[in-house]
Each structure stands twice: as C-alpha cells, then as structure tokens.
C-alpha cells in the first residue's frame, strides 16, 4: 500500500490474526489498511483512527489485497496535493474497492463522488466519530478479548522513539493563500491537563522527542482564554509559555513547530538556552518584503524581526531557526524577491523549505492581480534555495568540533558495527538534515550518542562517537 509523505504501515501494537490463549483458532478480525497524507497534523489524526481501530478488534494490514477496507486520509492544501489525493482514492478503489475517505479534501465531497462515485463514506478532518461509523456500517468490528490489545500510547506512526503532539486544532489567521480554516476550523485548543497527559503517555511508552505541532502553536489557549488545571500537583494555564515549562520537567528532547512570532514567544527562549526545550524554533515566515507580507494577511509581523532574532541568539547562542517560504505570490515583484534574498543573507536562517505560489480553490490570493508565470516562479525558487544553501552551509560549519547529543533513527539491518544515522538538536525528523556518524558501539534506533562533529557539508554533519 503507497503512501505520499507517510508510511501506513501498522506500527507498536498492531498485530496479525492470532489464535486465542488456548491455540485454537480465533474468528479472523477484519482488516484494514489506511492511507495518510500530507503534513503531520493530518499523521496524528490518522494515528487517532487507527488507535481507534485496534482498540475495537480491527487488524491493521499494509496491502491492498490484504485489507477488507481501506481508509485515505487525504491532503487539499494545495492543487497538488488534491490530485494526489485524488490519486491515491483512485489507487485505492483500484486495488480494493472498499474505500472510506476522510481528511481535508473531506470537505469537497461533491468533487469526490463526481470522480470516484463508489467511495463508501467521504467525511472531513478530524472527524473520528464518522470514520469510526463508516468502517461500522462497511465492515463490523469482531470482538476478541483476547486480541483487542492496544499498548497504552496508542498505534503510532512515526518510529518508537519520536511522536507528534497535536496541541489544537484549526486556526483564527486569515492568510490569502491558505484555505486552512474553512478546512479545519477555527483554532480549538486543547486543555493543557489533557495535552501533559498524552505526553507523560508518550514518554513512559519510550518516546525520547516530542515534536508540538498545530496549526498556530504560539497561539496556544488564545480560544479558551488561558484556562488553569492542575498536573503533576502544580496549577498550570493553557498557554504557550505554560506548556512549554511542562513538558521540559519530561526530560526528553522538546521541538516547538509552527510558531508565529508573536511578541510572548520571547519568554520560550531562556528555556532554550537553559536546555529544557530544544533551541529550536519552526517559524513559517513566508515572505520577507512587506508589501508581500501584506498581501498574504499575514499575522504576527513585524518590521523588527531581525532585531528579534538576534536578540533570542543573543540570549541563546545554540538557537537553530527553520523557516518556510512562498515565492511567486501574486504582485511579488522583482524587488520583493530581493528584499526577501537581502532579507534571508541577514537573518542567516538555518534550516528554509520554499514552496511556489499556487492557487488554491477558495483562497483569497486567487482573485490578486499579476500572477507570475511559471517559469519565473521557477527562477524564483532556484535563486532563494542557491542562497539558502550557501546559507546552510556556513551555519553548519559553526557545529565541527563540537560534541553534541544524537538521538539515532537508523542502523544498518544487520545490526554490525559502522555508519549510523541520527539527528542532533538542529534536525527535525524528515524536514532537516542528519548526522552521519561512524561507531564502534551496538546501537539500535532511539539511542541517544554523545558525538563530536568531525565534518559538515550543506545540509548535513559527520562525526563520531566520544
């Protein structure tokens, strides 16, 4: 079973038809296979479904032919990624021809059913319930007592020793490109009680990073206005800098993404620099010049934020900043660009990702006048990711010689000693770089390794073990 930018894959506690305690023959579960798409967000929601699945009796299969049902969560934030969803509804009809629907295309039903009309159920994103209730009415659940075992954490899609934690849901920012809240809805935060909870979960299951994602982290507990609960005897508020000091007392590794640079995001950086957060801030700027900036509604900018940035690497010398961009937005003059190129060699941001511009069925930028074409978009993006790299490369040079935790995500599969792959505090899992690292030691994916960097190139570091 094919996926786009996530595996499918049955993962911790997932299992095979398996007999009953005495060996005799259980009646078979029935089975089903799931598709996911897009970014992590959409990762945890299928995490939820599938925990959802094997604590109800169902099998988690990774085959088409395998499977009595299939469920595709898809993507729509872009063009692109709607036809890939559309793609992968098509593979999937094709291979088995029992297919639920849910995610953010969801919410084009219409569309759906006019290309695939034999889908089963189409329903939205993060609408659990309506999945549940599809796979229900398509394929009851055969309960077993004892084969409806799920561990604690929930069925996980990412590796043992890292987890995306899901900390709201939708966003209030009206940006002209993005289509997110009319997908997704408004911004609903979560109660921090419940949040530290999944994440006390995590932890004792063996996560060693949590990654805390949402739509618009920074605006954490905005919604709810900053309700108290109390966890681990102490009375907490759900807000950004809250949490945040909670899941430090965790002891395990801390990454912040999708943080507006909103002015309270200072108050996260003395945690960074005191190591209980991960120096790192995910911060999708998008656009530099700020005529563009204007454009594309975007929040929480500031004509000082590179006076901000050098003040949080000031107080926190170790900070690793990554950045998305988009270039090619409509009216984005030759100018704009190189006020963002200017903008982009001063900031000497770590880690950047650029997107071109594309419309977006519902979103406001669609009726912006001058639209560049596509070969100029093209010029655009080739020219900022040049720069970038020479960028990425000076700022990675800063990190030879020094001796630096690694958290390992691979080993070789017979388990010998040589080259294994890791991550250092400037990498999160799929988007960044790595650390190549040579030892003599057994490792095995989720160690953490005392390494000193012994070389670097564009986007990625070598070293060995100390």
């Known amino acids: 079973m094919s996926t786009s930018s996530t595996t499918a894959q049955p993962q911790s506690g997932a299992t095979s038809p398996a007999g009953t305690a005495s060996g005799t023959a259980a009646k078979a579960n029935p089975k089903v296979g799931l598709v996911s798409l897009g970014c992590p967000k959409a990762l945890v929601d299928s995490e939820r479904i599938m925990t959802r699945l094997r604590a109800e009796g169902y099998d988690l299969v990774d085959s088409y032919d395998g499977a009595d049902l299939v469920i595709v969560n898809t993507c729509a934030f872009l063009e692109t990624a709607r036809d890939e969803s559309i793609e992968a509804i098509g593979e999937a009809m094709a291979e088995n021809g029992k297919v639920v629907v849910t995610g953010c295309l969801g919410v084009h039903e219409q569309l759906i059913r006019e290309v695939h009309p034999g889908v089963l159920a189409v329903t939205g994103p993060h609408q659990y319930e309506s999945v549940m209730a599809a796979v229900h009415q398509a394929l009851p659940p055969a309960h077993d007592p004892y084969v409806d075992l799920m561990p604690p954490q929930g069925i996980k899609l990412t590796p043992r020793h890292f987890a995306y934690l899901k900390i709201s849901e939708g966003c209030n ?18 109660p921090i009680a419940d949040v530290m909870t999944e994440a006390e979960g995590l932890v004792e299951a063996g996560v060693r990073e949590l990654l805390v994602i949402s739509q618009d982290t920074s605006a954490y507990g905005i919604d709810t206005k900053f309700p108290r609960q109390e966890w681990r005897g102490k009375e907490r508020r759900t807000r950004f800098i809250d949490l945040c000091e909670a899941l430090s007392e965790l002891n395990v590794w801390t990454r912040l993404h999708y943080v507006y640079p909103y002015p309270h995001v200072d108050e996260v950086i003395p945690l960074m620099a ?12 998008q656009h530099a010049s700020p005529r563009v900036l204007k454009a594309m509604r975007r929040p929480a900018h500031q004509e000082r934020t590179l006076d901000r940035i050098k003040g949080w690497r000031r107080d ?65 993006w080739e020219r900022l990711m040049e720069v970038q790299r020479d960028i990425s490369t000076r700022r990675l ?70």
């Open 173 to 190: 920012n009206k940006c002209t490109f993005c289509i997110i809240p009319s997908l997704r809805g408004p911004l609903t935060s979560r």
């Open 274 to 285: 005191e190591g209980k957060v991960l120096p790192y801030l995910d911060i999708p700027f």
């Open 316 to 380: 926190c010398p170790d900070l690793v900043l990554r950045s998305t961009f988009i270039v090619g937005f409509p009216g984005e003059t030759e100018e704009d660009f190189e006020f963002l190129l200017d903008w982009l060699e001063e900031a000497e941001l770590d880690r950047v990702g650029c997107f071109k511009y594309e419309n977006v069925p519902g979103a406001q930028a669609q009726d912006l006048a001058d639209h560049l074409d596509e070969d100029e978009k093209q010029d655009r």
């Open 397 to 466: 040079a800063r990190l030879v010689g020094r001796d630096l935790d690694v958290l390992i995500d691979d080993v070789p599969e017979d388990g010998t000693d040589g080259t294994v792959i890791g991550r250092c505090y400037a990498d999160a899992p799929e988007i960044d770089g790595s650390v190549r690292i040579t030892t003599t030691e057994q490792v095995r994916p989720g160690d953490m390794l005392r390494v000193r960097i012994t070389g670097s190139d564009d986007y990625d570091l070598e070293g060995e073990t100390i």
